[in-house]
């Protein structure tokens, strides 16, 4: 886990470009934290998140930010 810098730039292969990434230290300081879920997730993932599956990064954002909210789309 990065604790030192708030900002790491990551080359993704896969779209061979570059990525901005919020670190840990940077995301538990914000004010307010806000996951936008769409309603393509695997529901299973979002519930390993709720509870407290530290394997996933979102989860650990979930029990030490200062505010999370939540927004998930709904299937229709």
């Known amino acids: 886990m990065q604790t030192e ?18 670190t ?3 995301i538990f300081n914000a004010r307010a934290v806000c996951f936008l879920i769409g309603s393509n ?10 509870s407290g599956d530290v394997a996933l990064p979102a989860a650990r954002v979930d029990q030490n930010a ?11």
């Open 5 to 22: 810098r708030r900002v790491a730039a990551n080359h993704v292969p896969k779209l061979d470009s570059w990525r901005l990434t919020l």
């Open 66 to 76: 200062k505010q999370v909210t939540w927004i998930i789309e709904q299937k229709s």
């Open 41 to 50: 997730k695997d529901p299973k993932l979002i519930e390993r998140v709720f």
């Open 24 to 26: 840990f230290p940077l």
